[in-house]
């Protein structure tokens, strides 16, 4: 059974998470910090969105590809790329979220989780 990264491991673990966004040109990504949250489902979400289905396809797909090259870890579950409009991709302690535009607006995951610390991910675009 895989295990769930924790300290140096879940870093490499993000850090790959947002290489393969970037790679695609993903949007607006940012890394919501559970940690002090209690009853989440994980220690943290990173949300991006992209323009178009083909765009979210693309980026979650990169994802797993960056994950699997980078640190050899694969999603312990993933859902949503019959519609790409939310593509959700579970890395057990990281939860990793692409919108098409629109639906992130309407889901607002942000908001919701408003009282754990939002960091905004710099990119290179």
Known sequence: MQQTPQGKDRDQLIEAILEGIQRIKGLDIVKIDLTKINHSECNYFIICHGNSTTQVD??????????????????WHKDGYQNS?????????????VFQHETRKFYDLE?????AAIEKIQTEN
């Open 85 to 97: 409009l939310w593509v959700l991709l579970d890395y057990a302690d990281v939860m990793v979220h």
């Open 111 to 115: 908001n919701l989780w408003a009282d």
């Open 58 to 75: 693309a980026i979650a797909h990169s994802v797993e590809n960056t994950v699997e090259e980078m640190i050899g870890e694969s999603a």
